[in-house]
């Protein structure tokens, strides 16, 4: 039986402090825990209600009853498997490619998305402010599918981290130049901004390219969604 300090430390990781604290995480659901098992993240546990299931080596999942993982699930309706992880440290972002940029993105759904983008788009990099919401939040985990284990993903002050790049920066704005009518290079760094406001100030000032999603339809419609808009520009950018 899995002992009530188990439950409690890994119950305590659904909190950001905490993840912090004991550099773990909690991942949920067959698919997101069998991808970072086979990945380079390292292991501390893995939990299941199905003695049938195989996650990785033999003899990794440690059978619990439903009962157990429901107190240590974040979900209403708790999925078979759950897994803690060790949060990896970020490698130094290759700038020789492309690089997304989240500045302030706050909503964990459309970080999950985000970071599923880069995965499928091949954006290896993507570093965030520090006021970003926290990559390893069980619903940012839940949206990415697994994708996490495939991005490097670092949280940095980000004027500081944009000052020292070579390569141009294009931020997303609403008055910006249409990316349809634009030749995107093979490398460079790409912006995207808080849900609400945008670009901020400070990091608009070190923008070099304004680029923006032509509107078609009704003015009614102020702007698109973060995930959306990173959808349609991280295609032109492997477009071109």
């Known amino acids: 039986m899995v002992s009530k300090n188990q439950i409690k430390l890994v119950k305590s990781l659904h909190q ?27 292991v501390n546990a893995v939990y299941s209600t199905d003695a049938e299931i195989e ?8 059978l619990v009853s439903e009962v157990e993982l429901k107190k ?10 759950l897994g ?16 997304l ?20 788009f091949g ?28 991005v490097n993903i670092g949280y940095t002050d980000l004027p500081t981290f944009l000052e020292g790049v070579p390569s141009d920066i294009y931020g997303a704005f609403m008055d910006g130049v249409s990316v349809y009518t634009k030749a995107m290079p093979e490398s460079g760094i790409l912006v995207m901004g808080n849900e609400a406001n945008g670009v901020s100030k400070e990091v608009e000032a070190l923008v070099s390219q304004r680029i923006s999603i032509p509107q078609f339809g009704k003015s009614t419609t102020e702007s698109l969604n973060v995930a959306t808009a990173t959808a349609i520009l991280l295609n032109e950018i492997r477009r071109a």
């Open 72 to 81: 240590m699930s974040a979900l209403t309706t708790p999925n078979k498997v």
């Open 55 to 62: 996650v990785g080596a033999a003899g990794l999942v440690e």
């Open 101 to 120: 940029v989240l500045d302030d993105v706050r909503d964990p759904g459309n970080l999950g998305t985000i970071i599923r983008l880069c995965d499928w």
């Open 16 to 42: 950001k402090k905490y993840r912090n604290r004991h550099n773990l995480f909690v991942a949920e659901g067959i698919k997101v825990v069998s991808e970072l098992v086979a990945s380079d993240f390292k």
């Open 123 to 150: 954006i290896e990099h993507l570093v965030c402010s520090l006021n970003t919401v926290d990559c390893y939040n069980p619903k940012t985990l839940q949206a990415t599918m697994g994708s996490i284990s495939r």
């Open 84 to 99: 803690v992880f060790e949060i990896p440290k970020a490698r130094k972002p290759d700038l020789t490619g492309w690089v």
